[in-house]
């Protein structure tokens, strides 16, 4: 018998139960969907993230108070810190340093109240340092800081919640019960994931300790090198300045701060991405093995129904092989029928966002889905391939 004739055969054993093998098939396409959409939102978060961070430019860097350390350390990050960073005799490979305060607030606006993710009070370079454009209006100057002013630029997604149609620019807002008036709206950056950049509120510094911080350490420091071959060394100086401010002795093992460029950030975030890839991917890897563990239930019943049909054949002359093969194809069949809509609902589903991250479908996601199908189809297939291939035609003839 011919594999064509073996392979008619097989189409038949599997469209003659038209309904259990579209569950079956069902099953496959929901395990192989999962792992494809799954396996893309966890590359579609690495590519925002990647994205995000390399907006802030290669020449930022973050600096990083509050970590502990020995006894005679000063932890805090403060303005005294500050100035001296901002010394270009101490650091002439500094470009601009911007203090840091945040914090989580209510945003009111008439009969609108609104959570704001991140409230933040820093200096005028803040905006260059990381890259955060204002879009209508204008930022807030120096003189602001000096004086205090309570003037807010608000991110795209605080302005669409807070005012809506209404143009933001030029009206008051209410920050944790302080008033602000909008100076500015910034340049829309897009979604990260779960986090979203355009949910912020930036204000002069002073402005913020004063209404809502009060007077303490800041959170962090955003310093901006003269240009990108100059990080190393602005690096080294920030160092030597925190070094001293903070009274860590020469060649101690651990500092009281961390130093943090754009690439060790980008490097520490996109492994942490690939690791929820691998983990997704590897969670979704569980209802394609469900999916096989229901082809063998299926063949199992089939192969007992049928148990005449190959006693007879058997008996007429058919090979253990054909039998063996003819089952292992109805497995193969039902499994990349599975794979194939699969795919294809996968490719239809990646054109949406997932808890706010647009998929990246990887091409190599898809090639592995449908060689996986074919895998299981054989494996999960063979034992009630070999079941049936086993029986022997007179057992298979006296069996009612």
């Known amino acids: ?53 390399k907006a802030l430019g290669t020449n930022t860097l973050q600096v990083q108070g509050g970590r502990g350390g020995a006894t005679g350390y000063r932890t805090d990050l403060t303005l005294d810190i500050v100035k001296a960073l901002q010394d270009k005799e101490s650091a002439p490979d500094v470009k601009s340093v911007s203090p840091v305060v945040s914090s989580s607030q209510t945003v009111t606006f008439g009969d609108t109240s609104y959570d704001v993710n991140q409230v933040i009070g820093t200096y005028p370079s803040y905006f260059e340092a990381s890259n955060s454009k204002v879009g209508t209006g204008g930022g807030f100057t120096d003189e602001d800081v000096d004086q205090a ?5 608000i991110g795209a997604t605080t302005a669409s919640e807070v005012f809506g149609t209404v143009d933001p620019v030029g009206q008051q807002i209410g920050i944790g019960g302080q008033i602000f008036s909008v100076v500015g709206v910034l340049e829309k950056k897009g979604s990260t994931g779960f986090n979203d950049p355009d949910d912020v509120v930036i204000a002069p510094l002073s402005a913020v300790q004063r209404a809502l911080t009060g007077y303490g350490p800041v959170s962090s420091i955003t310093v901006e090198a003269v240009n990108a071959d100059a990080v190393a060394s602005a690096k080294a100086e920030i160092t030597s300045i925190l070094n001293a401010k903070m009274h860590v002795a020469e060649g101690a093992r651990s500092t009281p701060y961390q130093i943090r460029d754009a690439s060790q950030l980008l490097a520490t975030r996109t492994e942490t991405a690939e690791t929820f890839t691998v983990l997704l991917g590897a969670v979704a890897g569980i209802s394609l ?66 808890v706010g991250i647009q998929p990246v479908i990887v091409p190599s996601s898809v090639l592995l889905a449908l060689g996986v199908c074919v895998a299981i189809g054989l494996f999960f297939g063979s034992y009630p391939a070999s079941r049936a291939a086993g029986l022997r035609p007179i057992d298979a003839l006296r069996y009612e």
Request: hydrophobic share 55%; charged share 15%.
């Open 1 to 53: 018998m011919s594999f064509w004739e073996v392979f008619k055969f097989a189409v038949r054993g599997v469209s003659a139960n038209k309904l259990r093998s579209g569950l079956t098939v069902l099953g496959i396409l929901i395990g192989v969907a999962a792992v494809i959409l799954l396996v893309a939102v966890g590359n579609g978060s690495a590519k925002s993230v990647e994205d995000s961070l």
């Open 149 to 153: 002013s309570r003037v807010a630029v």
């Open 289 to 354: 093995v469900v999916g096989g563990i229901g082809i063998t239930n299926i063949m199992m019943v089939s192969v007992t129904e049928r148990t005449r049909e190959i006693g007879i054949r058997k008996a007429l002359g058919a090979p253990r092989r054909v039998i063996l093969t003819q089952f292992l194809i109805e497995a193969t069949l039902l499994s990349l029928a599975g794979g194939g809509l699969g795919v294809g609902a996968a490719l239809i589903g990646g054109n949406f966002k997932i």
